[in-house]
């Protein structure tokens, strides 16, 4: 059995969902687990790795369905509530989805999808109460696919095991010292290793609690933790961005309130971006806490983190996470101490492969079995690592996601106005970087405004550009490559004047 599962069993009395106002307990995540596994199974009896898509708010029902997916034996695969149809499309048919689990909220979204073949789409509402017998359910065996954008441009699905969940989270675990009496708030986006692992699945192994929000706002989030229950936050630095911002507006009695509720808390964490020194110390004066910032990826959960107790650095990610192995390589070879190089990770937390993609799963590793993350870093003396900068331009952090500038100049030239682009990320306080675009356009009327809303149509949100710029050329090279430091540098003027 799942041993995530298995845990629960022990905790059966003990809160571990609240959202909407509702508490459900790990006897009843079981009980409703349980069922949605007898009715995916039907007449078979296991679904021997089955990938499962579901387009689910955060919540008890999400964390349900996930169960019951991995109880009937089969792969989760997790959609972004905020995914217009192409993205959610594109990832069902590079999983070949045998069964969409879908609340009634997203059926518009999904109609088209339905109409062509209705019969792999199921409602959550629909899903009928049942029992039987549940498969063995090896922890060697493919658990959940994520996405993630990598240098070729389209999202990789990541498929990491259960065995791989399991080290992923025992090594927070270990290294965060959850507990039973924790509580924490999960605003995070659950198609994302930050969300799915860090902040649900490590609070479940423990039998603690994970509180959702049906939406992210800053009042609500301040309200929950002036109730008192929540000891546990992570965010990215976006989100403490928006948070700050909030505070310094809200009246001095307010502000008492929320200072006094965050002074109880016992972690805090930041991470999926550099969180500028500027909010840690504005967050700091608040909350009185200093974030631990941390690092990792889909393909790995987290590898490096500053230490629960000790020192936190600011503008370092910190050292080894428990049951970790990291090295610093150039040309695969390990630096000396002080010389940086790309950060590179073994251990039971490394995903297994890119879905059906075996040369780029091949190619991300080094000859000798080390995953190579494409971040170049350097360690202290003391051990602490601090990432330098990628191995290539064409990777942007924004709003904790990691984003490829090729997939989004994919989309922009597929517009008949837009003859060619380029995209790159630019440094932001409130976003770490901000996505923007330089264009050579055959109409110069060409409305930046209706471009948007465009691209916004076929991508999700977060990937779309938030800046334009209309050029005569793009600053090439000698052998007409884009020089996409120098078109930073173009941005940055044009931003400031």
Known sequence: MIELIERATSFSGNLAIH???????????????????????????????????????????????????????GIA????????????????????????????????????????NGNRFIAFESLKSGNGVLPDVYEERRAMILYTSG???????????????????????????????????????????HGIINALCCPLWVGACCEFLP???????????????????????TIYHKLIARFEVTSAERQKEIEASLKNFRLMVSGSAALPVTVLEKWREISGHTLLERYGMTEMGMAISNPYRGERK???????????????????????LGVPGEIQVKGEIIFKEYWN??????????????????????????????????????????GGYKISALEIEEVLRTHEAVKDCAVVGIHDDEWGELIVAGLLVSDSSLDLEQLSNWVRNVLPGYKAPRKYMILEDLPRNAMGKVTKNELKELFKHHLNK
């Not at 959609?79 to 217009?84: E, S």
């Not at 301040?222 to 000891?231: A, P």
């Not at 600011?314 to 000396?336: C, F, T």
């Open 215 to 237: 939406r992210f706002d800053t009042d609500e989030v301040f309200e929950v933790f002036i109730r008192g229950k929540v000891n546990l936050f992570m965010a990215v630095p």
């Open 357 to 398: 993609k075996p040369v780029a799963t091949q190619e991300t590793f080094t000859f000798d079995g080390w995953f190579k993350t494409g971040d170049i870093a350097v360690q202290d003396e003391e051990g602490y690592y601090k990432i330098l900068g990628r191995n290539s331009v064409d990777i942007i952090k924004s």
């Open 77 to 116: 695969v997790p959609l972004c509530v905020k995914h217009p149809l192409p993205a959610l499309e594109y990832v069902l048919d590079d999983t070949s989805a045998s069964y969409v689990i879908y609340s009634a909220d997203f059926e518009p979204v999904l109609r088209p999808l339905i109409e062509q």
């Open 151 to 193: 240098t070729t441009g389209k999202p990789k699905g990541v498929v990491t095991t259960h065995n791989n969940i399991k080290a992923q989270v025992t090594s927070l675990v270990n290294s965060w010292e959850w507990s039973q009496s924790d509580h924490i708030l999960n605003v995070l986006p659950m198609h994302h290793v």
């Open 19 to 73: 959202c909407e106002g509702m508490d459900y307990t790990y006897s009843q995540l079981l009980e409703v687990s349980e069922s949605i596994s007898a009715h995916l199974l039907k007449d078979c009896k296991d679904l021997d790795e089955a990938r499962v898509a579901f387009l689910i708010e955060p919540g008890f029902s999400y964390v349900a369905i996930q169960w019951g997916i991995w109880r009937a034996g």
């Open 314 to 336: 600011p503008g370092y990610i910190g050292k080894l996470l428990h049951g970790v192995e990291v090295r610093l390589a150039s040309d695969q070879n390990e630096v000396e």
